[in-house]
Every structure is written in C-alpha cells, then in structure tokens.
C-alpha cells in the first residue's frame, strides 16, 4: 500500500493560529489557508504539516483537543477544511495532520465523564490514583509537568489524582486500555476516509507509561522522564496503530520522537519495523537548549556531529529534517546574527545545510523569508511554556526573574509563533483586525511582498533550492559523507550517487573563512547552488567564503552505471 511519497517531499508546516487571517478576528483561519495555496504551490513545496484545527479550549492553542472529529469554530468548519484539502491535492499538495494522543484537553467528553466517579466507563481512559500520605493529598508520584510543577492534578469528585506530563488541563490518556487504542485507531481511520495523507504523531513517544509509575530520578525540571519516554509498550502499542490504521492507505507517519536518538532510531523507524515513517528528532535542538530550555553556546562541531550520526541511519531508515517549528526559536536568530546586515545569506545559507541532506526537510512558516526572533516584555508572552516559566519562577525564586527573562528571549516558542508577515503594513497582510499575539515590527523590512518582487530575496532562493531539490536523486538517494569535521567555522559535506557528487560547503560564521578543498578531490567542480550573486564558476584548491556564504558544487555522474 505503501509508495513512500514522502521521500520525495518538501513539507511547509503551517501554524493555523498564526498564517492568515481571512475575517479580520485577528485569528488566522482554514479560508486563510485556502487564500494562501497558490503562494504554496508557486514556492514549491508538496506536502503540508497543519498543526491541529480540531476543537479546542486551546489551553496550549490546539495541542488540547476537546473533540477529534471537529474543527475548532475560530478556524471554519468542516466544509472548509474539506474544500481547503481538496484545493490542496487540485495542486499537488499533500496534507498531513497533526495527531495529538497522547493527551486530550480536560474538556473532552471522555474525560468529563472519567472524572465524575471511580466506577464510570470511561474513567479508565485516563491515569488515575490515589495521593500519598494520609490524607492522600501528596501527588502520587514525583513526575513533573514539562510546562513546570508536579504532573499530578488532584480532583475533588473522586478525591483522586489525574497524570498530565503538559498543563493539568491537558489529562494524559491511558494506552494501557485497548479501548483507548481503539479510539485512536477509529480517529485516524476517520480522517483517511476524508482523505488526510498522513499524520505528525505528538509526542508519541510518551504514550506508555512504566508499570506502577514509579518515582523518578531526582530532577527539579524534567523528573519522571525515564518511565514514560519509549516506555514498555511504545512498540506494541505503534505496531498496533500501524497494523490496522496507518498501513492501509498511503500513509506518511511522522513522530515528534523526544528521546529517539541515533542508537535506539531504527526500532521506531527502520520500515521493517512497521511503527512510524520518519521521527522528529530533538539531539540537534539540544546542541544550544540544555534540558531542551536552557540556552547554552552553539558549537558547531556538535551540531555537525548529530547531523552526520542520522545521516549515517542505514537505508531502511528516513530521516526528517528541520531547523524551525511552532516550539522552536527562529534559526536565522538561534544559529546567526538574525538582525544584522547579513540576514538574507545567513537564511539561504542554512537552507542549504538543511535542505541538501538526506531525509524530508520542513519549511516552517516564515522561515522561506527569513523571519527572525521578536523582542517581547515580559507581560506580552503569549505561549503556556514561558507564560508558566515566569510565573513558577516568580513564585519560587523570585531574584531569578531577570534569568527566566533572558532565557525566554533565546528559547521561548512565541518567537515562532508570531504571525506571518505577508506584507510591511499594518497588520503585516495577517490581519485586518487586532491581532491574537504581538506582529514583530520588522515586518516592514522582512515581508512576502517584498520577497516577492526581489529577485535574490530568501524565497526566491527557497523556491531554486525546492525545486531543485524535488525529483533529485541524488539528495534523495545519495550518500553522505561529511568533511573538514573539525573545522568551527563550515559544515561540509558530500552526497554521491551513480558517480555524480554534490559538494555543499556552507560558511556559518559572520566573516570571510579560507578552506582548502584539495583533499576532496572535486577540483573543476561546477557551481549548481549559491547564496551570493557571484561565486566561483569551478571548485579550485581552495575556497574563499564570505560571511554566512554557501556553495554547492557537483562533479561526475555523466558515466552512469
Ligand atoms: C508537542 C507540541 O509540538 C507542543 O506544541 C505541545 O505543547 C506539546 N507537544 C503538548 O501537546
């Protein structure tokens, strides 16, 4: 059933909350989306990640579903999305959803049900216990909450605890119950019938907890990790799905896997395995955000040294490739001067690094034109994650806030979720109306619009390194070889198939670096990709790269087996 599309795709996640606004209630929309499918078509991109649009309190904007088989009314209705999924495929464009089970929002009716007595039938859908101590009134275990605080709600009805490893209204369900998996699996079934292409599965890979729940090692911030992170049934429970949802249409299942790393990848992604497609992986994200939160200096022989462990996966396995989410920074301002004069290099530049590995590569809203990073007072965070951040802190410790704040301006999701700046006007073409979350005033300079009408703007150059990319088998198939490693200032790398080689070779520093590349062996290569007008036509000896420069050469491949 399976043809594996998806190693031939470019995917574009959309931010629904965030990407355009089509009546004015400063709310991005799915009639936004729809007016938005040309400028996705013509950048080229054949796939789409839309983060969730079902019914939603939006505790964490979406990430809390109060109802699975429905649109959240502030983003249309059912007839909208299904005219938005059908203009999507007229263009060749794939649509892939956001499947977020591990946890529903505390308003769903099975958990309105679960919580109004011991004996109901659905109180088994979630984790329930009793407290510690006498009186019960101890949280169960020591597990946190990765927004902060004990991952255990106490509810009065029963006079017992709920699990939430995210916000105490997002309960976490209990897979252990077949009949939970079953609802899942009638979820997902229930989209493809409607003719959904796949699924980005959150944080799947939380979903089976240790037996007993034991307590975790101590760990003030992230205490619980190692009895539900790949916990004992992960594998049985994804065959499952796999077996008798996933695997009978066309599917591409993509996991956001924390704690999937190089060694233990292949048992969720190998095809043999049959669990999931291609995982999101976070080893990258934690080169410069220790415990995924804490920024710490970017070292660039580390971050080269996670890509080149994934792109050294065996063939059974697909990597996913990405820099930028609606839970990341933005990486013009995480790997690079994203407010200097370089900007636009800076932002081609990492396109390439990216772009030309092995694996899918995700374009996140914004990042085709080089969005950056936003500076926010403290009261105009938005997000849960940095909102809960200043407000534990602020009641624990406060002579920390000064800390929390610096952090937050580095690592903080808000800063993805900006709204996409369309044009240099008021409401930056997102909106008519007040928007929900605070435009970055640099829209005036970094616009669609402008992007649009300059030949050597960041998406322009998306739309020559996407459609150079799609088809190409030699960075669909090639292998990967990395040079120069412990060079601190370029990533360098080849890929090679049937004899032809690309060299990618990318500045990531802010002055001009020399490089010899007579080791190589690619002297007389020719220049096929470039973030400056001008470059050296043929690879000599060495190269001279400009700030944030990066070339790509290819050699060989007219002699094919
Ligand atoms: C991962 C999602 O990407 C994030 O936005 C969300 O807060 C958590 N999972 C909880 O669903």
Not at 70 to 80: A, C, L, Q, R, V
Not at 288 to 295: I, N, T
Not at 382 to 388: L, N, P, S
Not at 481 to 493: M, P
Request: charged share 25%; aromatic share 14%.
């Amino acid at each position: 059933m399976k043809s594996r599309w998806y190693k031939d795709a470019v995917f574009y996640q959309i931010y629904p909350r965030s990407f355009c606004d089509s009546n004015g209630d400063g709310i991005g929309d799915i009639r936004g989306i729809i007016s938005k499918l040309d400028y996705l078509k013509d950048l080229g991109i054949n796939a789409v990640w839309l983060s969730p649009v079902y019914a939603s309190p939006n505790d964490d904007n979406g990430y809390d579903i109060s109802d699975y088989r429905n649109i959240m009314p502030e983003f249309g209705t059912m007839e909208d999305w299904k005219e938005m999924i059908d203009e999507m495929h007229k263009r060749g464009i794939r649509l892939v959803m956001d499947l977020v089970v591990n946890h529903t929002s505390d308003e769903h009716a099975w958990f309105q049900e679960s919580r109004k007595s011991k004996d109901n039938p659905y109180r088994d859908y979630y984790i329930w216990r009793k407290g510690r101590g006498k009186d019960g009134k101890k949280p169960p275990n020591n597990w946190t909450s990765r927004f902060q605080g004990s991952a255990w709600e106490y509810d009065e009805a029963t006079g017992e605890w709920y699990l939430h490893l995210f916000s105490k209204k997002q309960p976490d369900l209990n897979w252990d119950n077949p009949k939970v998996r079953q609802e899942v699996i009638d979820i997902c079934n229930f989209w493809f019938e409607l003719g959904v292409d796949g699924f980005r599965c959150d944080v799947i890979t939380y979903i089976s907890k240790a037996e007993g729940l034991p307590n975790g090692k101590f760990n003030p911030f992230l205490c619980g990790d190692e009895h539900f992170i790949l916990g004992p049934h992960i594998h049985e429970y994804l065959n499952q799905v796999n077996r008798e949802s996933w695997s009978k249409y066309d599917t591409m299942i993509v996991g956001e896997a924390i704690g999937c790393t190089v060694d233990n990848a292949e048992s969720l992604v190998s095809e043999d395995r049959n669990e999931l497609d291609s995982a999101i992986t976070f080893e990258l994200m934690q080169v410069d955000f220790k415990w995924d939160f804490w920024p710490v200096k970017f070292n660039l022989k580390k971050f080269k040294a996670v890509q080149s462990a994934f792109q050294s996966l065996p063939d059974t396995c697909w990597n996913t490739l990405y820099y930028e989410n609606h839970d990341q920074p933005r990486s013009v301002s995480r790997y690079g001067n994203g407010n200097g004069y370089h900007r636009k290099e800076l932002a081609k530049m990492l396109a390439v690094s990216l772009h030309m590995l092995k694996g899918t590569p995700y374009v996140y809203q914004g990042q085709e034109i080089g969005m950056t990073n936003i500076a926010l007072e403290e009261k105009e965070y938005v997000d849960i994650m940095a909102t809960r951040v200043f407000e534990m802190v602020r009641k624990i410790f406060p002579p920390l806030m000064p800390i929390a704040r610096w952090a937050m301006a580095k690592r903080a999701r808000d800063h993805a979720r900006t709204p996409m700046q369309w044009n240099g006007k008021q409401g930056a073409g997102f909106t008519t109306g007040k928007p929900w979350m605070k435009i970055n005033p640099n829209h005036s300079d970094v616009n669609v619009e402008s992007d649009l009408k300059n030949p050597n703007s960041v998406l322009n150059f998306y739309k020559q390194l996407i459609a150079f990319r799609l088809h190409n088998d030699v960075i669909i198939h090639g292998t990967y070889k990395e040079y120069f490693h412990n060079n601190k200032n370029v990533y360098c790398y080849e890929r090679a198939y049937r004899g032809k080689r690309y060299i990618v070779i990318c500045n990531f520093k802010e002055k001009n670096v020399p490089l010899n590349v007579d080791t190589i062996g690619a002297k007389g290569a020719k220049l096929v990709l470039a973030n400056y007008p001008k470059a050296a036509e043929t690879m000599g000896d060495a190269v001279f790269l400009r700030p944030y420069e990066a070339v790509v050469y290819e050699i060989g491949g007219q002699t094919e087996a």
